[in-house]
């Protein structure tokens, strides 16, 4: 994959999360945390999970980017 910023290669690789990988848009993580656990809100992303069970990420080492597929 080429980066959109710069066109470089990108790199394949994986997010490692303690949670479920969550995309917010609220800066304190989340609607609410309930119990332990994360509940998501309407415009939140759960980000999908390969065969390793963690998120594919693409990374760009000149523009320090990363890409996510949801």
Known sequence: M??????APM???WLIC???CIWTSHQSGGK???SG??????DDVRLP???T???VAWRCRKCRK???DF
């Not at 080429?2 to 066109?7: L, Q």
């Open 18 to 20: 303690g949670m479920p």
């Open 53 to 55: 069970g963690r998120p």
């Open 2 to 7: 080429e980066c959109p910023g710069c066109g």
């Open 49 to 51: 999970k390969d065969e």
């Open 11 to 13: 790199e394949q690789g």
């Open 32 to 34: 609410a945390l309930l």
């Open 37 to 42: 656990g994360f509940w998501e809100g309407a």
């Open 66 to 68: 990363l890409i996510v």
